[in-house]
């Protein structure tokens, strides 16, 4: 099993930006690509960013592309989502979730999500 916490989010302008953590434990970290999905209110969730487990490659959702920036930290058994220029539609609760295929159509482990609230 691999355990997945989240952190970071909180209320924010728009304009600004927050950094999410996501902290794994339970099984060797390097062993799993890692993705973000967000939630927004009253929608179905969407995949916002992939890393592999090596960190040399990322993907993101093209409507997210320069505004969003997925990295890990293998030393520290965590991936981050740094997100800038926030606006109210990326409101949602943001999940992250480990695979041990990259860009997996279905994730295997998943956190329990941060909330991000963007305000206008």
């Known amino acids: 099993q691999v355990q997945l916490v989240e952190s970071g989010g909180g209320l924010v302008q728009a304009g600004g930006s927050l950094r999410l953590s996501c902290a794994a434990s339970?099984?060797?970290?390097?062993?799993?690509?890692m993705g973000w999905f967000r939630q927004p209110p009253g929608k179905e969730r969407e995949f916002v960013a992939a890393?592999?487990?090596?960190?040399?490659?990322?993907y993101y959702a093209n409507s997210l592309k320069g505004r969003f920036t997925i990295s890990r930290d293998n030393a520290k058994n965590t991936v981050y989502l740094q997100m800038n220029s926030l606006k109210p539609e990326d409101t949602a609760i943001y999940y992250c979730?480990?695979?041990?295929?990259?860009?997996?159509?279905?994730?295997?482990?998943w956190g329990q999500g941060t909330q991000v609230t963007v305000s206008s």
């Open positions: 890393i592999s487990w090596n960190g040399v490659s990322t």
């Open positions: 979730a480990a695979d041990t295929e990259y860009r997996a159509r279905v994730y295997d482990y």
């Open positions: 339970g099984r060797t970290f390097t062993n799993y690509a």
